[in-house]
């Protein structure tokens, strides 16, 4: 019976209004829509939905506490594996993880369990009071380098545990990518992030921003002289790649990360804030992931006629489905099998065009996808004013170079060992700064896992 | 919420103001020829600056800053006891030469050419030296007169002070560029480097100066950034043919490998935008030429 309701829709905002603004897009489920989407689950035996999440949330029990109200109870089993539901009931892939592998979406749609965690999450977050638990100190110092997922999930952890923690974060504002790289109209800053903070803060998490580490002060100095007994470093993937193309140091070409910084981190579409943003009138974004949506629509929403340019099929975006889908709803233009060869300027050095090549798709690479392959004398041109590069990022190699005897691989990226432990004693890592550009639910588990860690290791001294 | 403290604010020249600001962890860590990143206030942009000095027994540190936008205006508003939202810092590669050893400084001659408020992060760098036994000899070029700054602080940590001013109200009348050729031609003084902190078109004529001695020569350049972590890559500078972030692989670079007509185009990137993130560091001074 359960399964022969519809999937509940969830309210949006009209694309055609969001498209001029930075609100919210997805207004979430309400308590009725929740329990009516919650009776979907068939509560199965082998629930394949939480071998698919990265962090194995206990995804029926949840959904079963929803659809007896008992949302305080739903939100206890979620903490158990995630410290962050309500940002990745929003920016979680799920239909590659919990939902991808649902029952009910072989036949019909799968239950929307990303929905239903945003929805308890938000709950929790209005209703509970996470710092109230009582937690005796232990009397340990640990460090956190960077304020992103998987530094607060650690943070949050070894608090609940009794550790003096303190999360140092080299820019103004708290929360990394959740902050300057994700858009308010995917995951509103005050109204999440910042209380997902607060609610750290409550617990005793101490915040330090302004502080890069490796230049403001060392790990070997957080160690040695302010008596931090362990660090987990955090600080994420933030280096942008480019194409080595012809043209990429015209005026108007910018990395995603630098448009979106001054987009969300910097708030340069409110007229109250000093930075600038440049956008022109036809904006092209080269990539097909995550990062490219959330630059497109920003584009878009500042007012430029603005596009996608991917090498590979709509099959293989890596974006999230759910956001290929607004952009389109949004009026965003997707030019698929389209590689750029150059950025093309004028007399002032100013981008006024791209050339590209069309592709099409030959033999699976290493990643299983098709790779692309130049159609030979395929060569045109698209006129545009600025030309935005989201091809991925790559971990900052400024730790390594300031700690002793810590070591990267051949990407830059720290190693470390399943559980964070890196390849200096008492510094552990996790997030993307070990895997590289990935997910938030990824980095959040591995900040989860490398503060079990730490706790280990702190009383085994 | 963390606050840094103005400990000490001093008009040095038109429109030119000296903030000295209680930053503790930044002056511990600070080396000459780093910068910090300056936010005035919650909607204020993030400005970088050279650090002019810094003391790590007081815990501050020294900036020189221009009025010329929204933001430095905003900034040099402020008065002492006042305090600013963001100071993050030290920022960027020391100077190279603090990583010779003492062996390797031992008879180096250094000629610096500070123009504009460039004059205040060369300071540093001649400061260092001069602890470190080194002789250097300084030239600071300005527009005119009343537009020298670090004059006297200057003075007292080189070897030789040249002054050059385009209206000859001090010193040497005419470019910097006139003045390191009198220098080299004339006097016959010779240098195994040259350091040029100002203008990037100043900065830009000095070095086609110096080629001409092949005269190796550090440029530090000042471009546009926002996070000045390597997170943007707003900074970047073609450098003998090879991109790079002006924030993590400089402030400092050979000057004869700088492509400085793209780093001047780049400045000018938010130029139109009427804020001030692109006019901060477009100086009014002619101290440059040929």
């Given amino acids: 019976m359960a399964n022969k309701i519809p999937r509940v829709s969830v309210r949006e905002q009209e694309p055609a209004i969001r498209a001029t603004n930075f609100e919210e897009v997805c207004y979430g489920y309400n308590s009725e829509e929740a329990q009516l989407e919650a009776s979907r689950c068939l509560n199965c035996k082998n629930p394949r939905c939480v071998a698919a999440c990265p962090v194995n949330i206990n995804i029926p029990a949840f959904i079963n506490k929803i659809a007896e109200g008992d949302y305080a109870a739903a939100s206890a089993i979620i903490a158990e594996d995630s410290s962050l539901p309500s940002i ?11 939902e991808g592998s649902c029952i009910l979406g072989i036949k019909s749609e799968p239950v929307a369990i990303g929905k239903l965690e945003r929805f308890v999450g938000d709950w929790s977050l209005e209703n509970e009071c996470k710092g109230c638990v009582s937690v005796t100190a232990n009397g340990h110092k640990v460090a956190v380098i960077g304020s ?3 530094g607060l999930a650690c943070a949050s952890d070894l608090a609940k545990m009794g ?13 990394g990518v959740l902050v300057y790289g994700i858009p ?16 750290l803060r409550k617990l005793g998490v101490k915040f330090e921003t302004d502080v890069v580490v490796g230049r403001t002060i060392t790990i070997d100095n957080l160690m040695d002289k302010e008596g931090f007994d ?76 603005s596009i996608i340019v991917y090498r590979r099929s709509e099959a293989e975006l890596p974006a999230r489905r759910e956001e290929v889908h607004h952009a389109k709803e949004e009026g965003i233009e997707f030019r698929m099998l389209t590689n750029p060869t150059a950025i093309l300027g004028d007399e002032k050095g100013w981008v006024k065009g791209l050339r590209c090549v069309e592709m099409e798709l030959g033999e699976p690479d290493e990643s299983g996808r098709r790779s692309p392959i130049e159609k030979q004398g395929s060569d045109f041109e698209v006129e545009c004013d600025v030309v935005i590069m989201a091809l991925g990022t790559s971990p900052n190699p400024l730790l390594k170079r300031t700690t002793k005897g810590l070591e990267t691989n051949r990407r830059g990226c720290i190693i470390a060992t399943e559980e964070g432990a890196t390849t200096r004693k008492g510094v552990f890592a996790g997030g993307d700064a070990v895997t590289g550009a990935a997910t938030v639910i990824l980095a959040m588990g591995a900040g989860r896992k490398a503060a079990k860690a730490i706790d280990e290791y702190i009383k085994s001294k | 919420m963390l606050m840094f403290k103005i400990v000490e604010k001093r008009a040095l ?28 206030d919650e909607q204020g942009e993030r400005v970088p600056l050279t650090i002019a000095d810094f003391d790590q027994a007081e815990g501050t540190v020294t900036i020189v800053i221009q009025t010329i936008g929204v933001s430095t205006r905003k900034l040099c508003t402020l008065n002492e006891g006042d305090y600013i939202a963001d100071f993050v810092g030290p920022l960027g590669n020391p100077s190279e030469f603090v990583h010779m050893s003492s062996e390797e400084l031992k008879g180096r001659r250094y000629l610096f050419v500070a123009g504009g408020v460039g004059t205040a992060p060369v300071y540093p760098q001649v400061k260092w030296l001069h602890e470190h036994g080194v002789e250097v000899d300084v030239i600071i070029g300005a527009k005119t007169a009343s537009m020298l700054i670090y004059t006297e602080e200057m003075e007292r940590v080189c070897s030789n002070l040249y002054i050059a001013t385009d209206d000859g109200s001090r010193g040497f009348k005419g470019m910097v560029t006139a003045k390191i050729k009198e220098l080299i031609e004339v006097e016959g003084k010779q240098y195994d480097e040259c350091v040029a902190i100002g203008p990037m078109i100043m900065m830009k004529f000095v070095t086609l100066t110096t080629r001409e001695y092949s005269l190796p020569t550090t440029v530090s350049l000042n471009a546009l950034m926002v996070d000045g972590t390597g997170m943007c890559g707003a900074c970047r500078v073609s450098v003998g043919g090879k991109t790079y972030f002006t924030c993590v692989d400089g402030p400092e670079f050979d000057g004869h490998q700088v492509d400085f007509d793209e780093a001047m185009r780049r400045q000018a990137m938010y130029r139109s935008q009427e804020s001030e993130s692109n006019e901060r560091h477009n100086h009014k001074c002619n101290c440059y030429g040929k």
């Fill in chain 1, 163 to 175: 550790y003096d923690v303190t999360v140092f974060e080299a820019l103004h504002k708290l929360g």
């Fill in chain 1, 230 to 305: 362990a660090v987990f470093i955090g600080s994420g993937a933030g280096l942008p790649r480019f194409m080595g193309i012809d043209g990429e140091n015209l005026n108007g070409v910018v990395s995603a990360n630098e448009f979106l910084t001054r987009a969300n981190l910097m708030r340069a579409f409110d007229n109250e804030y000093d930075t600038p943003i440049y956008v022109g009138k036809k904006v092209v974004v080269v990539g097909g992931g995550n990062v490219a949506m959330d630059a497109v629509r920003t584009a878009k929403r500042l007012g430029a006629e």
């Fill in chain 1, 148 to 150: 992103g997922p998987s």
């Fill in chain 2, 13 to 40: 020249a038109d429109n030119i103001y000296l903030l000295r600001i209680e930053a503790p962890r930044v002056a511990a860590s600070a080396l000459p020829g780093q910068f910090v990143i300056v936010r005035v």
């Fill in chain 1, 88 to 98: 990745c009931g929003r920016v979680c892939p799920q239909e590659n993880q919990c």
């Fill in chain 1, 184 to 199: 308010e109209f995917r995951l509103p800053k005050e109204k999440i992030v910042a209380r997902e903070i607060d609610n």
